[in-house]
């Protein structure tokens, strides 16, 4: 936009102020004629102003930064971006909330988005995570179900904490989830002011095309700061966009947050030893086994000129992987895969990806072609199609993978799986052992709060069978939950 200069059309005609802000008509009083060309482009632009807003994590912030290694990975992965101490990346990463419109309120109880993308040499690698190291489900068929009760009820379009529960009680998998959710970790003091987790379980590969599995964890180094339930639910009334100032804020006045970069790694000999299924991304890796080995940093230091150019239209996903590392054989991950760039094609349309916050700083060269909006130079005059006569392109070397072995060759919907039947030990070290007294009396406070909404002829059946989980957790956290919701339990013990 340019300053000082002529006001135009969309197609470059000058546009006086009395054409800009008045309609062209017939005598002072009307009617107005057809043929203000100007009218129609304004209204009708106007008209298309809003994208469909993301299906999840509809509410978010988002920040330009850079990544930078301070210790050598290159033992575990050969991707560039680690290459050497001191190499830095650019980044942008957007933080959001997930079950809210996109005009609902930060501190609302829900996981953040903590979502990366790093714009390497090799291509843009998305790490695409929570500020919770686990996840609620542990199978993406189950993710439509999971998040329609997150959302509004289908007839009073209200949130429904009923349904919330039902879904929860029905799937003890989610345990782990939900036991951080209502700890006051479920509530940060604006996004600056909490770790990020890749949560799922990837793969690295390094230059003697050996894999580990690894699992990503970034710590603020501003430290963890949260809301208690009561501050968190005033604070949506004074400020629903709390986060989203606050990280403004802090950026504009160059107090740049930082966090700190570490991986875990496993061998797949000890991926196929571990008490748990390693690809499960309902449970963590103990640190005590699998220790954090430091990598980097990254600093967020520029607030996009213009929200929705950059954040609106951003469009991370897990498939955005490069040389280096992958996949694991986690079955969120692999929906998640296909899930992100579907939604992206429907959401801002089939050339999202040459939208500057999401395109490759570096080369891309292939043979799509065309689609709605296709902006950039579209491959000009060269071939569109491969393998061709001219042009001399070829295979790189990095895209023939590592082959792997599969470790069954049965084929069959699977309820469970292999190995992990146990939905109750983790949450329990985390009540029992991690928090402290206070966290405990407000992880407690939390669910009874969170709880009580339930309502309707299922009541008793969903609090009951929620409790008997609680209870499995920790006899201690059950009690707890069921003295707040004035359940008597006499007869049960
Ligand atoms: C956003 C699907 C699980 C983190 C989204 C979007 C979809 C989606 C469709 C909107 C994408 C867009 O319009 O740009 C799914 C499915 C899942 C799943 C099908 C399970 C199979 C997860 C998990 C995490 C996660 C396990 C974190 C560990 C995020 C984040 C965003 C997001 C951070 C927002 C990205 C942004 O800021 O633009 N998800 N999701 N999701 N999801 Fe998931």
Redesign the pocket.
């Known amino acids: 936009m340019s300053k000082n200069a002529n006001i135009t059309s969309n197609s470059g005609a000058p546009i006086g102020k009395q054409q800009y802000e008045n309609s062209q008509t017939v005598g002072r009083r009307g009617p107005v004629l057809l043929q203000d060309f100007f009218l129609h482009e304004k209204l009708a632009q106007f008209n298309r102003e809003r994208i469909?807003?993301?299906?999840?994590?509809a509410k978010?912030t988002?920040a330009f930064g850079k990544f930078v290694v301070t210790h050598d990975i290159t033992a575990y992965t050969r991707a560039k971006i680690f290459s050497e101490i001191g190499k830095e990346t650019p980044i942008f990463i957007?933080?959001?909330t997930?079950g809210g419109e996109q005009g609902s309120a930060d501190t609302e109880r829900d996981?953040?988005?903590?979502?990366i993308k790093f714009y390497t040499e090799d291509g843009n690698w998305d790490l695409?995570?929570?500020n919770?190291p686990v996840?609620?489900?542990k199978?993406?068929?189950?993710?439509?179900d999971?998040?329609h009760t997150q959302k509004r009820d289908p007839r009073t379009h209200c949130k429904s904490a009923t349904m919330m529960w039902d879904f929860w009680s029905l799937n003890p998998e989610s345990l782990h989830q939900v036991l951080i959710l209502m700890s006051d970790r479920g509530t940060p003091d604006g996004y600056r002011h909490m770790h990020g987790?890749?949560?799922?379980t990837f793969s690295m590969v390094n230059s003697n095309n050996e894999r580990v599995y690894v699992k990503f964890h970034h710590k603020s180094n501003q430290g963890i700061k949260n809301f208690d339930g009561v501050t968190a639910d005033k604070m949506r009334g004074i400020d629903p966009d709390y986060s989203q100032r606050d990280l403004v804020e802090a950026i504009d006045k160059s107090n740049f947050p930082r966090w700190t970069t570490y991986i875990q790694t496993m061998t797949e000999e000890q991926a196929r030893n571990f008490q748990w299924n390693p690809f499960d991304?309902t449970k963590v890796w103990p640190q005590k086994e699998y220790p954090l080995i430091e990598v980097g940093y990254f600093e967020l230091n520029k607030i996009p000129d213009n929200y929705f150019r950059d954040?609106e239209q951003?469009?991370?996903?897990?498939s955005n992987v490069v040389d280096g590392i992958g996949f694991s054989p986690d079955?969120?991950?692999q929906?998640?895969i296909?899930?992100?760039p579907?939604?992206?094609r429907?959401?801002?349309g089939s050339n999202y990806q040459d939208l500057p916050v999401n395109a490759c700083p570096f080369m891309t060269n292939n043979y799509h072609r065309d689609g709605a909006m296709k902006f950039n130079e579209n491959g000009g005059a060269a071939s569109n199609y491969f393998p061709n006569s001219f042009d001399g392109n070829h295979e790189s070397v990095a895209s023939k993978g590592i082959p792997y072995e599969l470790e069954d060759t049965t084929v069959a919907y699977f309820d469970r799986n292999e190995n992990d039947d146990d939905h109750y030990t983790q949450p329990g070290i985390l009540f029992e052992k991690v928090m402290d007294e206070e966290a405990k009396q407000n992880t407690i406070n939390n669910i009874v709060n969170a709880m009580s909404g339930i309502e309707g002829d299922q009541k008793e059946q969903i609090i009951m069978r929620q409790l008997c989980h609680w209870f499995r957790v920790s006899p201690r956290l059950g009690i707890g939950i069921a003295k707040g919701l004035h359940i008597d339990i006499s007869e049960f013990m």
Not at 111 to 115: D, E, K, L, V
Not at 197 to 200: I, K, L, P, T
Not at 314 to 318: E, G, I, K, N
């Open positions: 469909p807003e993301r299906v999840v994590h978010g988002g957007r933080f959001s997930v996981p953040r988005g903590f979502a695409v995570g929570n919770t996840f609620f489900i199978d993406a068929k189950k993710f439509p999971f998040i987790f890749g949560s799922h991304v954040v951003a469009a991370f996903s897990p079955k969120m991950l929906g998640r296909f899930s992100y579907d939604a992206q429907y959401r801002i």
